[in-house]
Structures are given as structure tokens and as C-alpha cells.
Nanobody
Framework: QVQPVESGGGLVQAGGSLRLSCAAS????????MGWFRQAPGKEREFVAA????????HYKDSVKGRFTISRDNAKNTVYLQMNSLKPEDTAVYCC???????????????WGQGTQVTVSS
């Protein structure tokens, strides 16, 4: 089992930046692919970004391309989501997830963190 734990959320003004971290513990010896998803109040959970186990492949939701960057440090078993030029519509609970396969689909992810709140004020 792998347990991801997110941190780094908070309140920021529009145009500001935040960096989310996701530290994985447990069976971190495997080649885990990682993803970030978010869910705003009253909305469905949506894909934000994903990165392959070696960092060689990544994908982003169209609306965050050019503003968000996903990266990972395997020595620290940690994945990051750098979020710049934040907009009020980015407000959501952001969750980190772990998968044995590279995917943009939430149902392919095996382990999920509790989430961290990101609030962007206008």
C-alpha cells in the first residue's frame, strides 16, 4: 500500500502562486505514476495533471496549461504541483493520487490522499 499526503494549500489572491506537495509513504519502491485531481463545491472531480514514474511523461488539463507545472523528486518520494497565475475558478480541494499505470482517469488510480484546500480570492 501507498499513502499519499498533500500539503501546501491555502488562501491566495488571484494572480498569486502556491506549490502543493504530495509525499508518499509505504510501498514506495515501485514505479508509481502520480496525478493531481481537484473538486470544487457542487462539481465533479476533475483531472488536473499527471506525471509518469520517471518524470518523462506529463499531461495537464487544458485550462491549467502554461500556469501549472507538475514535477517529482523520487529520492524524496514527493510530487509537486506549482500553480502560478491562479484564478478564482481554480478554487477546489486538490487531491494527489497514485497509480500503477499512467493515466488521466481517476478510476485508474489506486491510492488517494485526503486533499488540501486551495482558495483563490478575486
Amino acid at each position: 500500500q501507498v499513502q499519499p499526503v498533500e500539503s501546501g494549500g491555502g488562501l491566495v489572491q488571484a494572480g498569486g502562486s502556491l506549490r502543493l506537495s504530495c509525499a508518499a509513504s509505504g510501498r514506495t519502491d515501485s514505479n508509481w505514476n502520480m496525478g493531481w485531481f481537484r473538486q470544487a463545491p457542487g462539481k465533479e472531480r476533475e483531472f488536473v495533471a499527471a506525471i509518469s514514474w520517471n518524470g518523462g511523461l506529463s499531461h495537464y488539463k487544458d485550462s491549467v496549461k502554461g500556469r501549472f507545472t507538475i514535477s517529482r523528486d523520487n529520492a524524496k518520494n514527493t510530487v509537486y504541483l506549482q500553480m502560478n497565475s491562479l484564478k478564482p475558478e481554480d478554487t477546489a480541494v486538490y487531491c494527489c493520487a497514485v497509480s500503477g499505470v499512467y493515466s488521466l482517469l481517476a478510476e485508474r488510480y489506486d491510492y488517494w490522499g485526503q486533499g488540501t484546500q486551495v482558495t483563490v480570492s478575486s
